[in-house]
């Protein structure tokens, strides 16, 4: 069974650290993109960032709203995906979710266009004094 | 950045009723464009995926369509568990962006 479990969630105050991770299991973790989608309390979703596949290197891409604070990364030998969020803002506070990405069978060779297939629980970030 | 505009926001349907839920890009995404169904206190789910793809274990009443700019996300007949918050997204691009959703309420 393909599943995401995301940890690391808590109370932190302005100007703080904070790190996520996200355990993945049931499928070729380097095969995927993977993604961090964010929501705040009573919004929409929010795309936070992304890092590709093994093909493409484990490249990063942010928003521009978290872009210099916030880290993607991943632990292959762990299967393990994982947020550091550092200079964390009061509207930093939302839900968390790890996503997997899947490469669309319409693209061509060489073309990534990959949607969301799988989400996890989601693990919820207050930042707050 | 590519913006995606859901209409309408809030939706009021009854049980049995044809549901259409539109989502406008501010520029083409061709057919990168999924749709997703979210219940309160729980995470997105993946309905529709390349404009007009059923991810699979997803019931057939649900059906997208659309290229370019102008997509659709029709419930062929409301059913009880489909009361829930609705988004489309893009994937052509960076940044991915989301709608503002839409919320199918019971009537």
């Known amino acids: 069974e393909v599943q995401l479990v995301e940890s690391g969630g808590g109370l932190v105050q302005p100007g703080g650290s904070l790190r996520l991770s996200c355990a993945a299991s049931?499928?070729?973790?380097?095969?995927?993109?993977m993604d961090w989608v964010r929501q705040a309390p009573g919004k929409g979703l929010e795309w936070v960032g992304r890092t590709r596949n093994k093909a493409n290197s484990y490249t990063t891409e942010y928003a521009a709203s978290v872009k210099g604070r916030f880290t993607v990364s991943r632990d292959v030998s762990k299967n393990s995906l994982y947020l550091q969020m550092n200079s964390l803002k009061t509207e930093d506070t939302a839900v968390y979710y790890c996503?997997?990405?899947?490469?669309?069978?319409?693209?061509?060779?060489?073309?990534?266009?990959?949607?969301?297939?799988?989400w996890g629980k989601g693990t919820t970030v207050t930042v707050s004094s | 950045d590519i913006q995606m505009t859901q209409s309408p926001s809030t939706l009021s349907a009854s049980v049995g009723d044809r549901v259409i839920i539109t989502c406008r890009a501010s520029?083409?995404?061709?057919?990168?464009l999924a749709w997703y169904q979210q219940k309160p206190g729980k995470a997105p789910k993946l309905l529709i995926y390349?404009?007009?793809s059923l991810e699979s274990g997803v019931p057939s009443r649900f059906s997208g369509s659309g290229s370019g700019t102008d997509f659709t996300l029709t419930i062929g007949s409301l059913q009880p568990d489909d009361f829930a918050t609705y988004y489309c997204q893009h994937y052509i691009n960076y940044p991915l962006t989301f709608g503002g959703g839409t919320k199918v309420e019971i009537k």
């Open positions: 520029q083409s995404i061709s057919s990168w």
């Open positions: 390349d404009a007009s």
């Open positions: 996503v997997r990405c899947t490469v669309s069978p319409l693209a061509r060779t060489g073309q990534y266009f990959s949607y969301m297939d799988v």
């Open positions: 049931g499928f070729t973790f380097t095969d995927h993109y």
